[in-house]
């Protein structure tokens, strides 16, 4: 399986705690869901969210309070269900270094 979780700001009034309680739920279901000996890959990208709990193109510019590390949530999830262990873990970059 190869998946992504929708980000917090593709959803409707989800606060935080929200979010990652909803997660953790989607990333458990498609483990438990799996095949014995198949593999499941989630490409996820990382939310930056403000003091007021504003995230994506809704925050206000500056500073953000608190970095959703999305990978962490997922292990953290993965971690919940028997027989699930880590192979691998990548970053990616995808801008451009100046």
């Known amino acids: 399986v190869l ?8 959803l409707d009034n989800v606060t935080l705690k929200g979010y990652i309680d ?5 990333v458990k279901l ?4 799996l095949p014995e000996q198949s593999r499941a890959i989630f490409m996820q990208t990382d939310v930056k969210v403000t003091k ?18 999305k990978a962490h949530i997922a ?3 993965a971690s919940q269900v028997p027989g699930v262990r880590l ?3 990548r970053i ?7």
């Open 87 to 89: 192979l691998w873990h």
């Open 30 to 33: 498609i483990l438990e869901k």
């Open 75 to 77: 292990i953290l999830a």
């Open 52 to 69: 007021d709990g504003s995230h994506g193109q809704k925050a206000k510019s500056g500073s953000y309070w608190q970095w959703l590390d």
């Open 3 to 10: 998946t992504g979780v929708p980000d917090i700001h593709e």
């Open 22 to 26: 909803w997660f953790q739920m989607v």
């Open 92 to 98: 990616i970059f995808s801008g451009q270094l100046t």
